[in-house]
């Protein structure tokens, strides 16, 4: 990044208190965030759960329930996926089944009952019943 492209990403009315600048100075990071702040974003995002465009629609179409409960139980199958080492899994609920990229994080399709009693998987090396 050039001078110029650093300038306009400055606000010139910004002001930077003493705190925070000791902050920035003693983390070397430029959001003035202390080290315990920057882990607990890091395993936030580790814990996130993308869903693709595709799962998105699918899971629309399909009217999938996808609440906070039921995500969180995609999570921790996430978690027990990739210390079993697994790259392209599975997740089986008892009303929808999801396909997901495990060092993505990402939930690649989804479909509903119907469609998994007529439906072979492919391209998978693991599944997980929820």
């Known amino acids: 990044m050039n001078v110029r492209q650093l300038a306009t990403r400055v606000d010139p009315g910004q002001q930077i208190s003493p705190e925070q600048l000791q902050r920035q100075q003693r983390s070397g990071d430029p959001t003035g965030a202390s080290f ?36 969180e139980a995609l999570v921790d199958g996430l978690k027990q996926l990739e210390e ?30 119907g469609e998994m009693e007529e439906r072979t998987f492919t391209q998978i090396d693991s599944a997980l019943l929820l």
């Open 84 to 113: 079993k080492g697994a790259r392209d899994a599975l997740m089986l609920r008892d009303d929808a089944a999801f396909v997901v990229s495990v060092p993505n994080r990402t939930v690649i399709t989804a479909m509903d009952r």
């Open 36 to 71: 315990e702040e920057t882990l607990q974003k890091l395993q936030q995002a580790k814990d996130d759960l993308q869903i693709s465009a595709h799962a998105q629609q699918r899971i629309e179409e399909r009217s999938i329930s996808l609440n906070g409960n039921e995500r």
